[in-house]
């Protein structure tokens, strides 16, 4: 069983960035697509950014490129998530989800997904 784990989360000020991490236990990491999601109150759950399962094939949400970067550590069992230069909009409960593929997209089945972390971004 796989068990996804994000941390990293927490409250940032507009303009100021974060790091989140998600560790990865049981399965074969390395050859699953990872991916973030999030969820604002209110608002339903919506993709940020995939990862191929090498790291080299990656998709945006057009909200957060250029400011957002995924990667991956396949020897740690963990993805990252790069936030800058955040906004308030960006406040959420991210969430980690791994695909049941070697490349993933918005539109693709997640199988495991993490308890999530909170992003509180004030203005």
């Known amino acids: 069983q796989v068990q996804l784990v994000e941390s990293g989360g927490g409250l940032v000020q507009a303009g100021g960035s974060l790091r989140l991490s998600c560790a990865a236990s049981?399965?074969?990491?390395?050859?699953?697509?990872m991916a973030w999601f999030r969820q604002a109150p209110g608002k339903e759950r919506e993709f940020v950014v995939s990862?191929?399962?090498?790291?080299?094939?990656?998709y945006y949400a057009d909200s957060v490129k250029g400011r957002f970067t995924i990667s991956r550590d396949n020897a740690k069992n963990t993805v990252y998530l790069q936030m800058n230069s955040l906004k308030s909009e960006d406040t959420a409960v991210y969430y980690c989800?791994?695909?049941?593929?070697?490349?993933?997209?918005?539109?693709?089945?997640?199988?495991?997904w993490g308890p999530g972390t909170q992003v509180t971004v004030s203005s």
């Open positions: 049981g399965g074969i990491f390395s050859s699953k697509a």
């Open positions: 990862t191929s399962w090498r790291g080299g094939t990656t």
């Open positions: 989800a791994q695909a049941r593929e070697y490349y993933s997209g918005s539109d693709s089945k997640y199988d495991y």
